[in-house]
């Protein structure tokens, strides 16, 4: 079974999501053939590679809202995050475009190293204190190798701005196209979506039904045909 999760590393609810969904994914029964990949979704396409600016002053002006009702959010998040067992700063964090992670994010895929370089994304973004946007791609190298990739390999997509840029293109116009327009949103067998950073309980029903709900293969043709198996290739005789 394949759960695809549509994220953006500067969402931090999808940051708490991860954390969530990994705690049902763990006590599944099934989880040693349950594949996971993740999807790309910017939160701020339009913003410009060099334009960054404090998480606050963001959500002043994207939402509206009062620097007091800003932090008094990101104190909320903080507290959600905790509860999962993650750390969260809730001062002094910064915002940035985010579409470089994610072509970086699809070397990992083709690596096997996809999700310890998300998560060590979100670590750097939403746990440490050193920014993840204000210290140019070598920061980013850094968590590549960190995640197991190769770090010229990972300057060279960083240094080519066409590398995986499809591929990211893609994954965004996917989740348009199954309704996603929020994440973090997970697709389970592409036949049950969930959407948000729901509890891992839910999460867990969500993987429960999904697996139990698969369609058995059907054969269409029943009688006898040449085929190759373990034991070799039958050969026609006439």
Not at 82 to 96: P, V
Not at 125 to 148: C, I, P, T, Y
Not at 200 to 213: C, D
Request: net charge negative; glycine share 10%.
């Amino acid at each position: 079974m394949r759960v695809e999760i549509w994220s953006d590393i500067a969402c931090p609810w999808c940051y708490v999501g991860k954390a969530r969904f990994g705690k049902a994914l763990d006590a599944f029964p099934h989880r040693d053939q349950v594949e996971v990949v993740h999807r790309s979704f910017e939160l701020d396409p339009g913003r410009a590679k060099g334009d960054i600016q404090p998480v606050l002053t963001m959500l002043t002006e994207k939402y509206g809202m009062s620097e007091a009702q800003a932090q008094a959010g990101e104190d909320n998040l903080g507290a959600q995050a905790a509860a999962e067992g993650l750390d969260y700063r809730t001062r002094g964090r910064d915002h940035g475009n985010t579409f470089d992670m994610h072509r970086l994010l699809h070397l990992a895929k083709e690596r096997g190293r996809q999700d310890e370089l998300i998560q060590l994304l979100y670590r750097a973004n939403f746990a440490e204190e050193r920014s993840l946007f204000g210290e140019g791609d070598e920061r980013l190298v850094e968590l590549a190798v960190e995640a197991g990739l190769d770090a010229d390999e990972a300057r060279a997509v960083l240094a080519d701005p066409a590398a995986y840029a499809d591929e990211v293109r893609a994954d965004e116009r996917e989740a348009a196209r199954l309704g996603a327009n929020g994440v973090p949103f997970f697709v389970l067998d592409r036949t049950y979506g969930v959407s948000g950073a729901q509890p891992a309980e839910v999460f867990a029903q969500a993987l429960t039904r999904a697996w139990g709900e698969r369609s058995p293969l059907r054969l269409v043709d029943q009688g006898e045909a040449e085929a190759c198996g373990p034991d070799g290739c039958a050969v026609p005789q006439h």
